[in-house]
């Protein structure tokens, strides 16, 4: 069994500060997605990596894949308050599996 | 707006009922995927239907089953629900079934509560 494990389950900052986010695993996976999740709605995609070692930016977000494939790390910087909001990691499990591992989720809150 | 739709928003149900929750995916997207996510967790994988048929399915029971249809709509049906199967149930919609490489576009879910 797959399991993507992510840190901190919570994390509460003020507007303006920095913050990474985990996602870790003993599992190789063939690609890592991103997603944000706000209450009420389902998750949105931020960003897909597939290559261990790589890195996306995507604004103040920064998005790495280990290099063994296994973890990834989201780092935003100075955080606004519209950051607030569950981000998720789901791997593609190795081996072409259809379906999605997601990890427990973040819990993000900027405070203004 | 990820133009994928679900309904009914809310429903409550007891145990022992059935519930049959619909899904509108994308017009052009043969797969669609239905994740199960309980108050706290990440979304759990339950089974995926390309082309109208099942394509993969989770550690979910045999009294979760699925249908899609020609027309990009599908379901979710619970039997004999327990009240461990309250939680939000999301679809997702993609054009194909790769993970990495297909986007898949979630729904705002239907929130299920087992009394």
């Known amino acids: 069994t797959q399991l993507l494990e992510q840190s901190p389950q919570f994390l509460s900052i003020q507007e303006g500060e920095n913050l990474t986010v985990y996602c870790n695993s003993s599992?190789?996976?063939?690609?890592l997605q991103w997603y944000r999740q706000e209450p009420g709605e389902g998750p949105v995609l931020l960003v897909t990596?597939?290559?261990?070692?790589e890195v996306k930016k995507l604004k103040r977000l920064t998005f790495q894949f280990g290099d063994a494939r296994k973890d990834s790390s989201l780092h935003i910087t100075a955080a606004q308050p519209g950051d607030t909001g569950l981000y998720l990691c789901?791997?593609?499990?190795?081996?072409?599996?259809?379906?999605?591992?997601f990890g427990k989720g973040t819990k993000l809150t900027v405070n203004p | 707006e990820t133009g994928v739709t679900q309904s009914p928003t809310h429903l409550i149900k007891t145990r022992g009922q059935q519930v049959t929750l619909r899904c509108s995916s994308q017009?052009?997207?043969?797969?669609v995927s239905w994740y199960q996510q309980a108050l706290g967790q990440g979304p759990q994988f339950i089974f995926q239907?390309?082309?109208?048929?099942?394509?993969g399915r989770g550690n979910f029971p045999p009294r979760f089953s699925g249908l899609q249809f020609p027309n990009y709509s599908s379901e979710l049906n619970v039997n004999a629900l327990e009240l461990d199967d309250s939680a939000l149930y999301l679809c997702?919609?993609?054009?194909?079934?790769?993970?990495?490489?297909?986007?898949?576009?979630f729904g705002p879910g239907t929130r299920l509560t087992v009394l």
């Open positions: 990596v597939v290559t261990g070692g």
């Open positions: 789901a791997g593609a499990p190795q081996g072409g599996s259809e379906k999605l591992v």
């Open positions: 997702a919609s993609s054009f194909g079934t790769n993970p990495s490489t297909d986007t898949q576009y």
């Open positions: 017009s052009g997207h043969n797969t």
């Open positions: 599992s190789v996976f063939s690609s």
């Open positions: 239907y390309y082309r109208e048929e099942e394509n």
